[in-house]
């Protein structure tokens, strides 16, 4: 929606939205430049619903997943990949979940095996088109999933790594710093400021602090207190020639100095202040009208995620105030840019605006009793604001309710209108969107402390569009490269097959481009599955090289936040003994290549490959006369070419052994003889010195005849029924904090006029009351949650 203005003062301008002309205003430059970006972009996000918050290993992560369109909050319908990692503190995944998502959800699950190392790990999910603008933009989730019994299968190795993990947490909790914020952007000279304050830690949680403004005289200015999670604001009014610091104390530490940011001279200062359900904006110059550098002509655009809802041009004589009504914005962050008259961003400001709307659930209990067992009945009525029935997708949980969770790490609403829009990560996200409850105060601190990360002007003006690498795909696809190993060129037009020997053996064959590169696209296959690739040999006789274009496993960012604890097992357990694969990421096998052998010798001068199919000599020592190079063969003797009249050394698969054993070995059941003349002998030391031989054994069911390469290929993960976790729970391997039973988990309910979504869950005496969390998002992009409990008499 584009505004006019109505002018109704000289010095002061009072600027009243209104709509009567919104239709003829042209597009602004800003606001055509945007929509471009935002078409180009053409953004997602991503929110999953998890059944627990805690976790154990043991134990399974159930959870639905929302796929968004990032600036109406619709359900993204069309059908494409999403990608789940569970990735450990040193950057490893651990787990992986590929899901289809039709209609903008879908559900998944993850077993925490029982030796999955206790400790801190982050959850990511993306899709294909999301990799495209960076990490910032995925989805994730921070838990700590603990495993008392991973004491007594921990490497050594681990134990040092979680010891010194633990000493640089707590070096990191105790590093305290604050950080200031001029309303808008800068501090400017000879106006009045607000300027907003973060104390935290080095791990990004909020600090209890209080401080005092001072100027370089030593006089003190003002004072400062922090009102929520580290933050809160102050107001001053710098004066020209002045700078000026803070003596801050954090909870039991002494005052420390800290800078506040030097003040300009030519600014615009920006005040946002929130009356009577509309927004008013304060603008004031530094500077006078006529002196050098003063705005004549300012230009005022506001949009939410992306999406122009108000735009003014207008003149400036100094000051302005602009009265903006809410009502023109949806919820969520809006942000609000000033331009000069030639579009160069002079202020900003983030607001939050809650609407009165919003998914409303109302659970109907009822009791039911079957074959003789008694159940809870629970009929789920989900309407909008209005009471009219809510169409969407929406997902429950149902939980011990003796358990409260330490924390909060926010819902779908916190997440898709707040967490998703801003840089960081936020404390306790739900605490500003409480029912009920005034936050115009602590979001105001927020937005003014945390960056949006959408998009930054100055490359939306620059008209710099990200560059698209990747394309929203809905199926399985494998790419690599083929290259000759021996000239270090890329091969086109060669074939390229997979076997898939876990799916009926299916196979499919392709050619490589003229860059090398291959392809096999639209595979549909479920969970792990084992893949076999091969290709013919090379006109030299010896196969090609394959590349396959993997996610490396590691490597991954995880960094130590607020929500990061100590590593709990920090030495080995009493009954340690040595489990495999403990510890270790179940994607961190190499794949093992059918016929390509170590170099552990350095690179041969010759090396001859041998295709059992083709081959006619008797001998390798038929082989060596007919294809080696600079091999003098006098009768049974052989020897190099060169100043040297000894016959080689030879080997067999790396071990030095007999002549005979070597020039009688059957060339059927030998892959390849590598020979080392020359200075590349000089790894054997003095026994080398008149050249190697070594010949390597073919592998038992090695045709001879393709590169093959085996490997586990992730697929899309085929949902299961969900189980109750009571006795995993009680018995499982946990630490002394409980994560609480997951007593039922509806990963889709449907929304709308007579869905019937009625669970049941049996009431067996264990629990005293329940805790029912549902979530989800209607059809119109509005997110709904909402947190019962159930009381059991």
């Known amino acids: 929606m584009r505004n006019t203005i109505l002018l109704l003062g000289v010095s002061t301008l009072l600027l009243v939205a209104s709509d009567n002309l919104a239709a003829n205003m042209p597009g602004t430059e800003p606001e055509q430049k945007l929509s471009k970006y935002i078409r180009h972009i053409s953004s997602q996000k991503v929110y999953l619903h998890f059944n627990k918050t805690q976790y154990r290993a043991g134990e399974v992560m159930w959870f639905s997943s929302y796929l968004l369109n990032s600036v109406t909050h619709m359900p ?27 209609n903008g959800i879908s559900e998944g699950d993850i077993s925490l095996p029982l030796t999955l190392p206790d400790g801190n790990y982050r959850l990511r999910a993306y899709t294909d088109w999301m990799r495209n603008f960076g990490e910032e933009f995925y989805f994730n989730r921070y838990f700590y999933i603990a495993n008392n019994k991973y004491g007594d299968m921990i490497p050594r190795s681990d134990v040092r790594t979680n010891r010194r993990f633990n000493r640089n947490l707590n070096q990191k909790a105790q590093n305290y710093d604050i950080a200031f914020f001029p309303e808008g952007g800068d501090m400017v000279q000879g106006v009045n400021n607000r300027i907003a304050f973060k104390a935290v830690n080095a791990l990004g949680r909020g600090l209890e602090a209080e401080g005092v403004i001072v100027d370089e005289k030593g006089n003190e200015i003002s004072r400062f207190s922090t009102i929520h999670s580290g933050m809160g604001s102050f107001d001053l009014q710098p004066e020209a020639g002045s700078s000026y610091h803070a003596m801050v104390s954090f909870t039991g530490s002494r005052p420390e100095r800290f800078h506040l940011p030097q003040a300009r001279n030519n600014g615009v200062a920006l005040r946002v202040e929130r009356e009577h359900e509309n927004i008013v904006l304060s603008l004031q110059s530094a500077l006078s009208a006529g002196e050098r550098g003063f705005i004549n002509e300012i230009m005022v655009l506001a949009h939410t995620r992306g999406e122009v809802q108000y735009t003014e041009m207008l003149e400036f004589s100094g000051e302005a105030s602009i009265i903006i009504p809410e009502e023109l914005f949806p919820s969520g962050i809006t942000q609000i840019t000033v331009f000069s008259g030639n579009h160069v961003p002079l202020a900003e400001r983030l607001v939050y605006i809650q609407r009165d709307e919003g998914v409303i659930f109302n659970p109907r209990i009822f009791r039911a009793e079957h074959e003789g067992e008694k159940f809870i009945g629970m009929q789920m009525e989900i309407t909008d604001y209005q009471g009219n029935p809510a169409e969407g997708n929406f997902s429950m949980s149902i939980l011990d309710g003796s358990v409260s969770p330490s924390g909060s790490p926010g819902n779908i609403m916190s997440d898709i209108l707040i967490t998703s829009d801003l840089a960081g990560i936020i404390e306790n996200p739900d605490f500003y969107l409480e029912p009920q409850k005034d936050r115009i105060t602590e979001l105001d601190h927020l937005m003014m402390t945390h960056g949006w990360r959408r998009f930054a002007w100055e490359n939306v003006l620059a008209e710099e569009l990200p560059e698209i ?3 929203p795909s809905s199926t399985l696809s494998l790419r690599g490269r083929i290259t000759d190993p021996a000239q270090g060129n890329t091969v086109n037009r060669h074939p390229v097959r997979i076997r898939l020997p876990d799916n009926n053996n299916d196979t499919y064959s392709t050619r490589s481009d003229r860059s090398g590169n291959f392809t096999f696209d639209s595979l549909v296959y479920y969970n792990d599955f084992k893949v076999e690739i091969g290709s013919n040999r090379l006109l030299g006789d010896y196969p090609p090289k394959i590349d396959l274009q993997t996610d490396d496993i590691r490597g991954h960012v995880y960094t130590p936040n607020f929500l990061t604890r100590e590593m709990q097992i920090t030495r080995r357990g009493s009954d340690w003994k040595r489990v495999s694969g403990a510890g270790r990421s179940p994607y961190a096998i190499v794949p093992r290549a059918g016929r390509t052998a170590p170099r552990q010798f350095g690179v041969p001068d010759q090396t001859i490959y041998i295709d059992r199919d083709k081959v006619t000599h008797r001998s390798v020592y038929d082989v060596l006369v007919e294809r080696a190079q600079g091999l003098n063969i006098y009768g049974n003797t052989m020897m190099f070419r060169g100043p040297n009249r000894m016959e080689p050394m030879f080997m067999l698969d790396g071990v030095q052994t007999s002549r005979d054993v070597v020039l009688n070995l059957n060339p059927r059941e030998t892959e390849r003889i ?5 200075t590349s002998t000089a790894i054997f030391g003095v026994r080398g010195s008149a050249g190697v031989i ?6 038992p069911g090695d045709s001879g005849f393709e590169d093959t390469r085996e490997f586990v290929m992730v697929g899309y993960h085929a949902p299961r029924e969900f189980y109750s976790d009571v006795i995993i729970s009680t018995s499982g391997a946990g630490t002394g904090e409980p994560t609480g039973s997951a007593i039922h988990w509806e990963p889709r309910m449907v929304g709308g006029q007579e869905k019937d979504n009625t669970v049941m869950f049996p009431v067996s005496g264990i629990y005293d009351n329940v805790r029912i969390i549902v979530e989800g998002i209607d059809a119109m992009g509005v997110p709904g949650a909402g947190i019962f409990t159930l009381e059991i008499k």
């Open 76 to 102: 993204d319908t069309s059908q494409t990949n999403i990608y789940v990692d569970l990735i450990n503190s040193d950057g490893v995944i651990m787990q992986r979940r590929l899901l289809l998502s039709e």
């Open 469 to 471: 690498e990747y394309q």
């Open 674 to 678: 590598e020979l080392y003349r020359g």
């Open 694 to 699: 070594i010949a390597y054994q073919r592998a």
